[in-house]
């Protein structure tokens, strides 16, 4: 039975943990719950890239696969995701708030000069 995306996935935890250490100019990192998982990286960003690497080769997830089960990312890094994200919700909906309070002014001036244009004309 040819195995699918979806079984890969299910090899995925939800949450891993990793201890990170530094040593001069490399990061080398482990993955706690999986024994014999180890990575090493110049800098963070190429460390998250080489930790989703080892869990992948870990749980022999094919290359084919890997865009599709997942991603893990540092939770620190996902929480100010997820604020910058509420930030920008919440600026557009005051950006809506302010733009349909705008509309409603234009509406009420454009009435306005409506019921003042039909009132002069029937002055004249």
Same mark, same amino acid.
């Given at each position: 039975m040819a195995?699918?995306?979806?079984?890969?996935?299910?090899?995925l935890p939800d949450r891993l943990t990793v201890e990170i250490h530094k040593e001069k100019d490399e990061i080398w990192a482990k993955v706690?719950?999986?024994?014999?998982? %180890? *990575?090493?990286?110049?800098?963070?960003?190429?460390?998250?890239?080489?930790l989703n690497d080892s +869990? %992948? *080769?870990y749980l022999s997830i094919p290359k084919k696969y890997q865009k599709e089960v997942g991603y893990? +990312?540092?939770?620190e890094v996902m929480e100010e995701i997820h604020r910058q994200q509420a930030q920008n919700l919440y600026r557009k909906i005051i950006e809506n708030?302010?733009?349909?309070?705008q509309k409603k002014k234009k509406v009420e001036i454009f009435?306005?000069?409506?019921?003042?244009?039909?009132t002069s004309q029937?002055?004249?």
């Open positions: 195995k699918t995306k979806e079984h890969y996935k299910s090899l706690i719950e999986f024994p014999n998982c %180890y *990575t090493q990286a110049n800098g963070f960003l190429e460390l998250v890239d080489m +869990i %992948y *080769t893990y +990312i540092p939770q708030v302010r733009m349909n309070e009435r306005l000069q409506k019921s003042w244009e039909k029937k002055w004249f």
